[in-house]
């Protein structure tokens, strides 16, 4: 069964200061990864995903991600947080191509950004 | 592209009625699209697997007589909460599966339900 763990329920930085979220995931067999973002009261938005090939996964408004096989984590970053990223940030995993296209979840973190 | 629009945004209703909800693919095709629900503060809990043309797969614990599924093309799924009550009140979110590529969900601005 898959599974998805992200570390930190809360994680608050200061305004310029690195973004680090952190996601391990289990499966047994390759996965699909993804981050999404979510603004109050709103939907996910697609942040990136790693599906096969480049492990280092970049995405939009400055994310960054790094698919570790060993590791089995997908942890997100960004080299400097501004206040718009104050958001709730999920990791999911999925099979891969060919399934039913079933997304995992992991709990959320909220990012708190600091002026 | 891969916009997913959902209607309404918000309604509240009274206890014992129906709710009907449209996820819509707006600029792509979607054999397949999720129903999610999600309490505050929590994460997605998924309820049901809409499959253009076929009956919906439901999750374990999920009423499929209280959450009626139909997608009744590649564009449209709707979810209609029969005889809402009150614990039915939740945020519930579509998304819609991306067919070419890399199976991407594409995702729903949500519906505020409120059962009064």
């Known amino acids: 069964a898959q599974s998805v763990t992200q570390l930190g329920s809360h994680v608050s930085v200061s305004e310029g200061a690195l973004v680090l979220l952190r996601c391990n995931y289990s499966?047994?067999?390759?996965?699909?990864l993804f981050w999404y973002v979510q603004y109050p009261n709103q939907g996910l938005q697609l942040l990136l995903k790693?599906?096969?090939?480049?492990?280092l996964v970049k995405g939009i408004n400055g994310f960054e991600a790094e698919f570790k096989k060993s590791e089995t984590s997908f942890h997100l970053t960004k080299p400097s947080a501004h206040m718009s990223d104050a958001a709730e940030y999920f990791c999911?995993?999925?099979?891969?191509?060919?399934?039913?296209?079933?997304?995992?979840f992991g709990q959320g973190t909220t990012l708190q950004v600091k002026p | 592209g891969a916009v997913v629009s959902q209607h309404p945004s918000w309604v509240i209703c009274k206890s014992g009625t129906s709710v009907k909800i449209e996820c819509r693919s707006l600029?792509?095709?979607?054999?397949?699209m999720f129903w999610y629900r999600q309490f505050p503060k929590q994460s997605l809990m998924l309820m049901a697997t809409?499959?253009?043309?076929?009956?919906?797969?439901?999750e374990q614990g999920v009423e499929k007589d209280k959450f009626l599924i139909n997608h009744a093309s590649l564009t449209l799924s709707t979810l209609t909460v029969t005889s809402a009550h009150p614990e039915d009140s939740s945020f519930y979110i579509c998304?819609?599966?991306?067919?070419?590529?890399?199976?991407?969900?594409?995702f729903g601005p949500g519906t505020r339900l409120t059962v009064l």
């Open positions: 600029d792509f095709q979607a054999t397949t």
């Open positions: 998304s819609a599966r991306e067919v070419f590529g890399t199976d991407t969900q594409y």
């Open positions: 999911a995993v999925s099979h891969g191509s060919g399934n039913t296209g079933k997304l995992i």
């Open positions: 499966s047994s067999v390759p996965p699909y």
């Open positions: 790693y599906t096969t090939g480049a492990t």
């Open positions: 809409s499959n253009e043309g076929s009956k919906a797969t439901y």
